[in-house]
């Protein structure tokens, strides 16, 4: 609870959180907007896709920033050396700060998602199954980046540092990753598709999509040839369960592996 409060003292006042909310809702509105004609069975399936979308190219980078900076401005401001003192470890101080970030940050997304839904209500007919995992796709997407981004604060040396790795990592989810994979596709056989496909979502971006696109029901894997079958071997949400789980255990890891000690000693 101390780190939780923490955070949000340090984030209140800061600009990040709030350019990070700023953005989302702007976002948000205009996608409302720009969707509104549209019929109201279909337009509430027409305007989440859209905006997720849309959201998903700004979420990743703002959450991998807001971790990483959060975590150097402990080095920085020597916060983190005291609290090392006092005997504890980097594992348990990264998992308190990972919790506290994850509170403060979801918590207003959260609470503009609920206002964002009566917005919804007088536009077009509802789905509530479906605009929850709507939001479970955002809020696990933000605590996954955040906790990435909180991993390239404990290895950079400096705030360059930041800016190049956060970017790096954005370009590499967003471009780099498929265009690795689309290059392979010519050798993809029944014999290594799972393989491809256990690579391919490996990127978190392609796990929350297919996750989000077949809990809406917008996307079917009825009729399906053998070959991509065998590329869904399992369900989406496992898919989407051991990705987090994967890029979450490794970020924490290489975050007390790499950590530079040497930042703020």
């Known amino acids: 609870m101390h780190y939780i409060w923490k955070e949000w003292k340090e984030n209140i006042r800061g600009k990040g959180l709030w350019l990070s909310v700023s953005i989302i809702i702007l976002i948000s509105l205009i996608i409302l907007i720009r969707f509104a004609t549209h019929p109201l069975d279909l337009g509430f399936y027409i305007l989440l896709i859209n905006l997720f979308d849309t959201i998903v190219y700004f979420i990743p980078i703002l959450c991998l920033f807001i971790g990483a900076f959060s975590i150097f401005q402990e080095k920085e401001q020597k916060t983190l050396i005291m609290l090392l003192t006092k ?79 956060t970017i790096f990592i954005w370009f590499y989810f967003f471009f780099l990753h498929d265009f690795i994979l689309l290059s392979l596709l010519p050798d993809i056989t029944h014999e290594n598709v799972k393989v491809f496909s256990t690579f391919y979502f490996l990127n978190p971006l392609q796990a929350i999509r297919i996750f989000l696109e077949t809990g809406m029901e917008v996307y079917s894997f009825s009729h399906m040839s053998r070959l991509l079958q065998e590329f869904m071997w399992t369900e989406p949400s496992a898919f989407l369960v051991g990705n987090f789980v994967f890029w979450m255990v490794g970020s924490f890891a290489g975050a007390v592996f790499f950590n530079r000690k040497d930042v703020y000693e």
Request: no cysteine; aromatic share 16%; proline share 1%.
């Open 87 to 165: 005997k504890e470890h980097y594992a348990s101080f990264l998992a308190k700060k990972s919790l506290g970030l994850s509170v403060v940050v979801l918590l207003p997304l959260l609470t503009w998602f609920f206002l964002y839904l009566l917005l919804l209500k007088f536009q077009f007919q509802l789905d509530i199954k479906s605009y929850l995992i709507f939001i479970l796709s955002i809020l696990l997407m933000s605590v996954l980046f955040l906790q990435v981004g909180a991993a390239i604060g404990s290895f950079s040396r400096s705030r360059m540092q930041i800016i190049g790795h």
